[in-house]
C-alpha cells in the first residue's frame, strides 16, 4: 500500500507542471564571417538568457571580430560588455550575465556591415532602465571606434533615436 501511494505521489509531482530548477547555463553565439554574402553577424542575433548565464562568442573564421556593447545599450546596474578580439578561428569569448535586462552589442570593425546582436537577460529593459553614458565613457567608446574609422566616418545615434527607425547606432556619412 505504502509503494502505490509512494508511486502515486510521483506521479502527481511529474504531471503537475513541478519542475527542479535548473542551475545556471552557456549559452552559444556563433561569430559569422561569411565571405560569399560578404556578410558578417552573430548567429544567433538575438538570445533570451536567465540571470547567472553565461554567453559564449565562438569566431567561425580566422578574422578579427570583438563584441562591444552600446554605451547606452546595457542595463543601470551592468557593467558594459567589452571583449578583447578575436583573431583565430575557433576562438572564444565568455560573459556571465548577472544582472536581468537588454544588452545591445556590436563588432566595431564589422559596425558598418550591420554587425549586431542582442541579449535579453530574465525580460526586457524597458525604456527608463537603460544606462546612460557619461562624457568620459562616450570619449572612450569613441576612441574604440576610431582603432578602425576616421571620427567623421560615423555619428553616433542615440538608444531612442536607434529604436524609432529600426537602424544600428551609427550613420555613415
Known amino acids: 500500500m505504502i509503494k502505490a501511494l ?44 536567465q540571470p547567472g ?14 563584441v562591444v556593447s552600446y554605451p ?12 578583447p578580439y578575436m583573431n583565430k578561428k575557433a576562438e572564444k569569448w565568455s560573459y556571465k550575465f548577472n544582472v536581468k535586462g537588454t544588452y545591445e552589442y556590436h563588432c ?10 542582442r541579449v ?21 567608446y569613441s576612441a574604440m571606434l576610431r582603432e578602425y574609422f576616421d571620427e567623421e566616418d560615423f555619428k553616433y545615434k542615440p538608444r531612442g533615436q536607434r529604436q524609432a527607425n529600426g537602424t544600428s547606432a551609427h550613420t555613415a556619412k
Open 120 to 140: 535579453v537577460v530574465g525580460r526586457p529593459s524597458e525604456t527608463g532602465e537603460f544606462h546612460e553614458p557619461n562624457a568620459t565613457q562616450m570619449k572612450n
Open 72 to 83: 547606452d545599450g546595457y542595463p543601470k546596474a551592468a557593467k558594459s560588455v567589452i571583449s
Open 6 to 49: 509512494v508511486g502515486c505521489a510521483a506521479a502527481l509531482l511529474a504531471f503537475s507542471g513541478t519542475t527542479r530548477a535548473e542551475g545556471p547555463k552557456t549559452h552559444i553565439v556563433e561569430v559569422v564571417s561569411d565571405y560569399g554574402n560578404l556578410r558578417m553577424a552573430f548567429r544567433p542575433k538575438r538570445i533570451v538568457i
Open 53 to 66: 548565464d553565461t554567453v559564449t562568442w565562438v569566431n567561425l573564421e580566422a578574422e578579427e571580430h570583438n
Open 108 to 117: 566595431i570593425p564589422h559596425l558598418p556591415m550591420g554587425m549586431h546582436g
